[in-house]
């Protein structure tokens, strides 16, 4: 037996006025997704527990079989984990985006312009990281790189206890001064960022942005703090071997933790332009090579729903559709071998908020064994009006794998 996860971070959303009364997933191009729904089990699954932040790391944790309220340390740590940090007992890891922030003279008084500057590239970032970690890197403080405009901060001997370190993308287009913590653990990060923009608002690397009309990544931004991660290993709590395949250093960080197979795929970039096809080759790859599960990531709807692209977001979907899902799908039938598909969101990323809600997501459950009756088309409505829910949303993975 065989297993996919497709796992449209993201896709799911609240009907608007952007889609004149929609959401992306109903007027997505997906008949592939489509003719699953209409002999599978479809339901909502609540990916993300009470308490908990609707985060992509809480709601993948979940969809891949781990409670968070168990295994979840922090987004950060899962992160460094991908970048090849190897992290101490006594270290607390942040996620350190670079983004843009307006002109204004304090700090404060900025307004998050981009929370991912201009989708920056991982070369550009890399020579921006470089110059921060020489100017405020120490004993205590190491910037590590990472891609695009994802990166880390590891502080040896730092508190996780920094009150509220407000993810940048929850708060684009208003001025920053009102989310920055003001715990007193957090008062040196905060410094730090201030700092940041000094020196960055006339790197060279900006200079040339500027002058090409793209945005300048101006300022690092310091959130998602935790502590090195226990994540069990993925073979041995649910007897079935894993691959994930993702362009974020979130979900690499996840799958290695959890010593799952974690390949590159080369031009994924965790927005529309990255390489489908790529992404589903590899996951045939890995089935080739004997891997029994594969976790295939797309980011993409999310960073159209977080940029309020309302076009970009239901194209996204039919990509998905039409040169992951239904490549890898077709595969799998020429293989001859059973298998069993789950195709979901992490969370709901509404165009009309740009950020993560916690509303339960819909999923769909295809057996190549049986045909079930289903609905006529996969979205969030349909989805609802089967009455099929799973509280836990960790237990979905064991719902996938048939252990319940």
Request: charged share 25%; with cysteine.
């Amino acid at each position: 037996m065989k297993y996919l996860v497709v796992l449209c971070d993201g896709m799911a959303d609240t009907p608007s006025d952007y889609l004149n009364g929609k959401t992306p997933m109903e007027l997505a191009e997906k008949p592939n997704m489509d003719a699953l729904a209409k002999i599978s089990e479809v339901g909502l699954c609540k990916t993300v527990a009470a308490g908990l932040k609707p985060g992509s790391d809480v709601a993948n944790l979940s969809v891949m079989g781990y409670d968070p309220l168990v295994s979840y340390t922090g987004r950060s740590p899962l992160e460094a984990a991908s970048i090849g940090i190897d992290l101490k007992d006594t270290d607390v890891t942040l996620r350190c985006n670079i983004v843009t922030l307006s002109d204004e003279e304090n700090y404060e008084d900025k307004t998050m312009v981009d929370y991912c500057a201009g989708d920056i590239s991982t070369e550009e970032a890399r020579e921006i990281i470089k110059t921060v970690e020489e100017k405020l890197g120490n004993d205590i403080y190491r910037f590590y790189s990472g891609v695009s405009y994802r990166h880390c901060l590891v502080v040896d001997g730092g508190t996780t206890k920094l009150g509220n370190m407000t993810p940048p993308h929850d708060i684009s287009g208003r001025v920053v001064g009102e989310y920055l913590s003001r715990h007193e653990n957090a008062k040196p990060l905060i410094e730090l960022m201030k700092k940041s923009y000094d020196f960055l608002k006339d790197h060279p690397v900006n200079i040339k942005r500027i002058q090409k009309g793209e945005r300048p990544a101006n300022s690092i931004w310091l959130w998602g703090e935790g502590t090195k991660p226990v994540v069990e290993n993925f073979k041995q709590k649910n007897g079935v071997s894993g691959a994930v395949i993702s362009a974020v250093d979130l979900l690499k960080g996840i799958g290695i933790c959890a010593g799952m197979s974690t390949p590159e795929v080369v031009g994924a970039t965790g927005y529309i332009d990255t390489n489908f096809v790529g992404k589903a080759d590899a996951a045939i790859e890995e089935f080739k090579k004997g891997t029994e599960l594969v976790y295939i990531h797309v980011e993409a709807p999310d960073e159209c729903g977080h940029r309020c692209e309302p076009e970009n977001k239901v194209k996204a979907i039919g990509l998905i559709d039409e040169l992951v899902l239904k490549r890898v799908k077709d595969y799998l039938v020429s293989s001859g071998e059973d298998f069993r598909i789950l195709i979901c969101p992490d969370h709901p990323t509404p165009l009309i908020t740009k950020t993560h809600s916690s509303d339960p997501v819909p999923y769909l459950i295809y057996d190549s064994r049986k045909a079930l009756n289903g609905v006529d088309t996969f979205t969030e409505a349909t989805a609802a009006s089967t009455g099929n829910f799973i509280e836990h949303g960790p237990s979905i993975m064991d719902r996938l794998l048939e252990n319940n």
